[in-house]
């Protein structure tokens, strides 16, 4: 096996600040959450609440998960991934429509 096979990518690690910043806006995010539940939006309300997850869960990907020092290719696979799930669960919604 050749030098090139076991190389890492290169990058500079994250700090600490990175991850407490993820953690404080995920604890911020989740009292948000808390709150919305409370109120009453109305047919919006899980318009609201996917809302709010999709925003955590970009953080957890972006930031701890680290894809935010990844290659080009691994971006697009991750978003050709999500529009797959999305697919899949706007086609599932659709059943309900038709009951």
Not at 38 to 54: E, R
Not at 71 to 89: E, G, K, N, P, S
């Amino acid at each position: 096996m050749s030098d090139h096979e076991h190389e890492e990518h290169a990058h500079e690690p994250a700090g600490y600040g990175i991850y407490f910043l993820t953690w404080f806006s995920l604890l911020v995010l989740t009292a948000i959450t808390v709150t919305a539940a409370g109120m009453h939006f109305g047919s919006l309300s899980v318009v609201v609440a996917l809302f709010i997850a999709l925003v955590k869960a970009s953080i957890v990907l972006w930031l701890f998960m680290h894809l935010k020092y990844e290659d080009t290719l691994f971006h697009r696979l991750v978003w050709i991934m999500i529009l797959a799930m999305v697919i899949f669960i706007g086609m599932t919604f659709t059943d309900t429509l038709f009951r």
